[in-house]
Nanobody
Framework: QVQLVESGGGLVPAGGSLRLSCAAS??????????MGWFRQAPGKEHEFVAA????????RYVDSVKGRFTISRDNAKKMMYLQMNSLLPDDTAVYYC????????????????WGQGTQVTVSS
C-alpha cells in the first residue's frame, strides 16, 4: 500500500503562485509502476487531469490549460512530488489530488492506483 499526503494549498490572488507537495509513504516505488500525477476537481465539475510525470522525470504531460504556468517534478529519494503553479487564475480554483501507481503517463484517473485526500487551492479574482 502507498499513502499519499498533499500539502501547500491555500488562498492566493490571481497572478500569484503556489507550490503543492505530495509525500508518499508505504511500499517503495519501483520504476515499473510509479508514474505520479496531479488531478483537480472544482465545485460542480468532474475530476480533471492536470499533470503527470514518469519515474525518471524525463516524461511529463500537462493539460493544455496549465501549460507554461505549472511545472511538475519529483524527488524519488525523498518520495516527494511537486506542482509549481505560477500565474494562477480563478479557474484554477479546485481541490488538488496527488495520484500514484500508474504504469504509463496517463491522463485517466482509472490508471492510478493510489490517491491522496486533496488540498484546496483558491484563487481570488
Amino acid at each position: 500500500q502507498v499513502q499519499l499526503v498533499e500539502s501547500g494549498g491555500g488562498l492566493v490572488p490571481a497572478g500569484g503562485s503556489l507550490r503543492l507537495s505530495c509525500a508518499a509513504s508505504g511500499r517503495t516505488f519501483s520504476s515499473g509502476s510509479d508514474v505520479m500525477g496531479w488531478f483537480r476537481q472544482a465545485p460542480g465539475k468532474e475530476h480533471e487531469f492536470v499533470a503527470a510525470i514518469s519515474w525518471k522525470g524525463d516524461m511529463t504531460r500537462y493539460v493544455d490549460s496549465v501549460k507554461g504556468r505549472f511545472t511538475i517534478s519529483r524527488d524519488n529519494a525523498k518520495k516527494m512530488m511537486y506542482l509549481q503553479m505560477n500565474s494562477l487564475l480563478p479557474d484554477d480554483t479546485a481541490v488538488y489530488y496527488c495520484a500514484a501507481g500508474a504504469v504509463l503517463v496517463s491522463t485517466g484517473p482509472s490508471s492510478y492506483l493510489y490517491w491522496g485526500q486533496g488540498t484546496q487551492v483558491t484563487v481570488s479574482s
